[in-house]
């Protein structure tokens, strides 16, 4: 049986997957690292020229659009846009508060805001 999920692929590197599931994290702080891990790697490639954050919010839109016409359900298209959006949000918030550009944050700065967020 055909699995649709094999069919995409992942932004993040087999080297940042394994640093992540090495973590000494809880599973569920691992997936939190990796979700954003994964996030961040496609608002570097949505925003890869320097665009303001409006132009970057409509770009998200279109590309959330692009990939749930791959579900064929239109009511997936808006969740996801949500979800999208939130996590940018998160790493913005998180960027500007260690004075880091969006685009330079790396896997040590997730792992600092997830457990940021674990013990609030």
């Known amino acids: 049986m055909s699995n649709q999920t094999n069919s ?3 932004p ?3 080297e940042n997957i394994k640093n992540i599931d090495q973590l ?3 599973i569920l702080q691992k997936q939190h690292v990796r979700l954003l891990a994964h996030c961040l790697e496609i608002f570097k490639e949505i925003g890869k020229d320097d665009i303001s954050l409006l ?3 409509e770009l998200l839109k279109k590309w959330c659009d692009k990939q749930s016409q791959k579900f064929n ?3 997936f ?3 996801f846009y949500e979800q999208m959006s939130s996590a940018a949000k998160k ?3 998180f960027s500007l508060s260690i004075e880091k550009k969006l685009k330079e944050l790396d896997l040590e700065d997730l792992i600092t805001l997830v457990e940021q967020n674990r013990e609030n």
């Open 77 to 79: 298209n808006q969740l």
């Open 24 to 26: 000494n994290l809880p």
């Open 8 to 10: 995409f692929s992942s």
């Open 12 to 14: 993040l590197s087999e």
């Open 55 to 57: 132009e970057k919010d």
């Open 73 to 75: 359900d239109k009511n």
């Open 91 to 93: 790493l913005n918030s």
